[in-house]
DNA sequence: TAGGAATAATTCATTAATGAAATATTAAAA
DNA sequence: TTTTAATATTTCATTAATGAATTATTCCTA
């Protein structure tokens, strides 16, 4: 996982640990005529970035018992009128299957940092809300979740981050929007 | 998981599956004071575009009983010279942990799209090389991911492309560079 | 308003991913 | 050159995530 591990194999002298990658890429490219390297090479920092964060952050979260997962329910909920969320509009928020958000309210429901009842205008719903234990908790670790995203995207203007965030948008509002 | 799960709850009529994140973000904002909302955003944007593509690619590979892992694995091995590769090298190309290198290799030995041996200047090394089928593999479904990537990305111009690319791979390069 | 389709959440079995420890080998230090 | 430290991979036990099927409720329509 570092940097250094691969010295002087594949890659001369290197510039950090996606060079490697990028550099399979173009030769994939060049086997492979009609490889779209643009498009790959997004996709590839894209999973990049996102175990980079994961990890980063799972870091910061250790010593709550929290992990990205959970801490991004948790979020959600404090975003939400009321601190209150269905386990579908979280699904849908979190990018977890319903099955797996029954896992994950169920360990938060064991931590007391949330609650859940039926909910009584449909009674297929359920309702998840953030307890008070839940709240003071997120505002908790906020701070060094901060600091952790500042030490990853914090070599980024705010203009270049609205422009990175417009672009990537983009592909999620034509999708089904 | 589709959009229109949780309609007339707490969105109105809206626009796509992200924005409701945005909103939450935005009330998070207000109720934390010193919140950075640019970096959570970005952050949350990744998670969700990690998921879309790696959902989308699973669709592409069922068919081959492959998965978005198994098929990024096999990538790194199509673009690396002699179409090999060690298992840290391997776990620094995809990102994950060494210990499910070992598994996904244990995997794609057994489809026969890969061999293993030992290396012999270093014998704690192994070496993993992309096998003839391997890449007839490769070569046959690659058509069809470049389809889903393009469904994905399409819109986005190779400048767009490039600039987006630009900019996430910055915190890539400051952290590990 | 009865009956079938759709939606919401969950359970259960299975697969995927991780961390800690073990093994083997090489590099570095004393 | 022996000892110690570092690196590379794997094994094993545990946790996390998924899909398929199930249950309960509501929506729709005939």
Known sequence: MNRDDDLGRHSGGHEDSFSD????????????????????????????????????????LKPYELNYVTYTALMMM??????????????????EKPTNVTR?????????LIERYPSVEDRRRVVLRLTAQGERQVEQFQPKIWKALDKIYGQLSQAELRQVTGLLRRPLSNLDG
Chains 1, 2 share one sequence.
Not at 22 to 46: C, D, N, S, V
Not at 78 to 95: F, V
Not at 104 to 112: M, N, Q, V
Request: with cysteine; glycine share 6%.
């Open 78 to 95: 404090y975003g939400s009128e009321e601190q209150t969320l269905t386990p579908s509009e979280l699904s849908n928020a979190t990018g």
């Open 21 to 60: 990658v990028e550099h399979r890429i173009e030769i994939t490219r060049q086997r492979l005529p009609g490889y779209p390297l643009e498009h790959a090479r997004l996709a590839r920092l894209i999973t990049h970035m996102q175990k980079l964060q994961t990890d980063i952050c799972n870091a910061v």
């Open 104 to 112: 994950i309210c169920d360990e938060l429901l064991r931590k007391g």
